[in-house]
C-alpha cells in the first residue's frame, strides 16, 4: 500500500538557518504529493504541492521538488524564521479512479522549533 | 480556499457518552473527508463522506462507533459513540471542491475523554 516517511523530529533551528525535513514515499502510479504544515492549536493548512515528477512546489520561500527517481519530496527553506516554528507533514494522494487527488497518507509529521 | 467551520472547538466529555461534531462549508464541496490525529501522531483517515449516501470508511472504522452524515454538500457530521479514554483526539473535517482539488482543512474539534 502507499505510505510516507519523513525525517524524525523534533527539529531545532536558529532563526535566519537553512531547513530540509526529509519525506520519501511508496506508491503505486504516479501520486501527488503535497506538505502541509499545523501551527500550535490550528487544523492543517496546505503549505504546497507537486502533480507530476520534477515539478516544484513553492511558497512562503518553502519549496519542495517531486523526485521521481529518489521517491522523495523534500522540503526546504533558506532561512527560518522564528514564525516557521509548527509541525510539518508530508503527504501523497494517490490517483483513484482515473481522478487526480484522492484520500490523503500522511508521514508522521516533523515538529520544527525556530529560536531567536 | 474554502472557510471550513468546525463546532465544537474543543469539549471534555464523559465516558460512555456521545458527541457530534459539526463540518460547515462557505461553498458546495464534492469532497469531504473525517480524519483523526491521536495526541502526537499523524493524521489517520476515519472515513470519506458521501452526500445523499453512506460513508466510506477505512480499515479499523466502523459505522456503529463512527456514524457520519451529509445531507448537502456544504455540511457534514461526524458522531464519535460510547466514548472511551483512547478516543481522545483531534478529528478534523477536509473538503476538496472536486476531485482534481488538494484538500484544506478545519481547525479541528479537540476531545478529551475522561
Known amino acids: 500500500g502507499n505510505s510516507v516517511t519523513q525525517m524524525e523530529g523534533p527539529v531545532t533551528l536558529s532563526e535566519e538557518a537553512f531547513l530540509t525535513i526529509n519525506c520519501t514515499y511508496t506508491?503505486?502510479?504516479?501520486?501527488?504529493l503535497f506538505w502541509y504544515v499545523q501551527y500550535p492549536g490550528e487544523g492543517l493548512q496546505l503549505l504546497l504541492k507537486a502533480t507530476k515528477a520534477d515539478d516544484k512546489g513553492s511558497n512562503k520561500g518553502f519549496e519542495a521538488t517531486y523526485r521521481k527517481e529518489t521517491t522523495s519530496f523534500h522540503l526546504e527553506k533558506g532561512s527560518v524564521q522564528v514564525s516557521d516554528s509548527a509541525v510539518y507533514f508530508c503527504?501523497?494522494?494517490?490517483?483513484?479512479?482515473?481522478?487526480?487527488?484522492?484520500?490523503?497518507?500522511f508521514g508522521q509529521g516533523t515538529i520544527l522549533t525556530v529560536h531567536p | 480556499s474554502a472557510v471550513i467551520s468546525q463546532k465544537p472547538s474543543r469539549d471534555i466529555c464523559q465516558r460512555g457518552t456521545s458527541l457530534t461534531i459539526q463540518c460547515q462549508v462557505d461553498s458546495q464541496v464534492t469532497m469531504m473527508f473525517w480524519y483523526r490525529q491521536q495526541p502526537g501522531q499523524s493524521l489517520t483517515l476515519i472515513a470519506t463522506a458521501n452526500q445523499g449516501s453512506e460513508a466510506t470508511y477505512e480499515s479499523g472504522f466502523v459505522i456503529d462507533k463512527f456514524p457520519i452524515s451529509r445531507p448537502n454538500l456544504t455540511f457534514s457530521t461526524l458522531t464519535v459513540s460510547n466514548m472511551s479514554p483512547e478516543d481522545s483526539s483531534i478529528y478534523l473535517c477536509s473538503v476538496a471542491h472536486s476531485s482534481n482539488q488538494p484538500q484544506h482543512f478545519g481547525d479541528g474539534t479537540r476531545l478529551s475523554i475522561l
Open positions: 503527504a501523497l494522494s494517490a490517483r483513484a479512479g482515473g481522478t487526480s487527488y484522492g484520500k490523503l497518507t
Open positions: 506508491a503505486t502510479g504516479y501520486p501527488s
